[in-house]
């Protein structure tokens, strides 16, 4: 059956792999990462690649956040949508670094992360659901995205499980997916072997500052002095009583609700990642089919209601009938980290402090480009220049005009 995914409501379930990941915190670090998550264990392990001793500080355990409620798509056509241009360039560079962060990964953990390569195909049922998707695709090739456009027998060619009713579809075959388990379960052995300690339920209370500089962090179990801290606290990186008022971060909660069905020789699969204008759905190795995800701007509103599995379940069976036979294993919700304008905020807030987060639904995809632009901007001084779009700013308002005397 695979590990485990988490659960909720009665809080995420953990990996048997992420078991006993918990140290002592200790005295200093070259750098402390505020956050246990895919981006601040990634920044991490990074960081430790550059010779720095480094901390991980995280308020609950490694992945509860969106890391391990995540789908784990890496998919920049499937995403690309009207106004997300600016995002382009960023995805698409993270995307080609993915296969050497993962052979990196894979040798440095042991681990298999479930890499696959089989493409994404997006699905419209219905006059008005292909014009949409018609809009979609000349989008891509606009922006120079490889996607061809598909009829309903060429969909149903490629996926044969899928209803007649499907109309049309895009196939997205640069497009790929990894395992968010495996991944954090391969990160956190990386991190232990590169030396990176990892402190879990501590939460972090404060910022130590001297002299304008941040020097270390406050926590419930005590203090840390560090030449570097970075803040990639995914969704609470917002949150008030960290940060001064004037550092705010505009990053706030975007609540997703999804599913784990069990598949088998009988009730048939997916061979690739497959969108809807409702779900989308991922095949993993172990033989799950995740299900996800809804999107509600509701705030730390925790827990799994009626309503979102119904719309999981009815927006999934509208294009694969086999679902009805499939067992649910689990259910689980998380917290998007989103920012005002849906894209990561990478940048210096002030000196010894960092931000990384703001991900919305593109962690996974933008792990590897974020993890080595904040390696270079801590041990080198400077943003790569892909990563200078995504600072602060971007959100600054222009100053009112004078009148003319």
Known sequence: MGLPRPVSPIGQRRDPALDAVTQALPERADVAVVGGGLIGLACAWRLAGRGL?????????????????????????????????????????????????????????????????????????????VERLRFRYELQRRSGLDAGWLSGADVRRLEPGLRPSVTAGVHCPLDHQVDPRLVMAALVQACRGAGVTITERTPVTGLDWSGGRVTGLVTDHGSLRAGTVILAAGAWSGEGGLLPESLSLPVRPLKGQALALRTTRQTGTLSRMVWTEQVHMAPKGDGQLIVGATVEDCGFRAGVTAGGLYALLEGARRVLPGIEEMEVEAVWSGYRPTSDDDAPIIDTLAPGLVAATGHHRNGY?????????????????????????????????PEPRRAAR
Not at 89 to 113: K, M, N
């Open 53 to 129: 001793s480094v901390a991980v500080i995280e308020r609950e355990t490694v992945g509860c956040g969106a890391s391990l409620a995540a789908t784990g798509m890496l998919a920049p056509a499937a995403e690309h949508e009207p106004g997300s241009d600016p995002l382009l360039p960023l995805a698409l560079d993270s995307l080609a670094r993915w296969p050497g962060f993962r052979d990196d990964l894979e040798a440095a953990s042991g681990l298999s992360i479930d890499y696959r390569a089989d493409g994404t195909l997006v699905l419209a049922i219905g006059r008005d659901e």
């Open 365 to 397: 995809l933008l792990a590897p480009v974020t993890a080595d632009a904040v390696a270079d901007l801590v041990a080198g001084g400077e943003l790569p220049a892909v990563a200078r779009p995504f600072t602060l700013v971007r959100f600054a308002r």
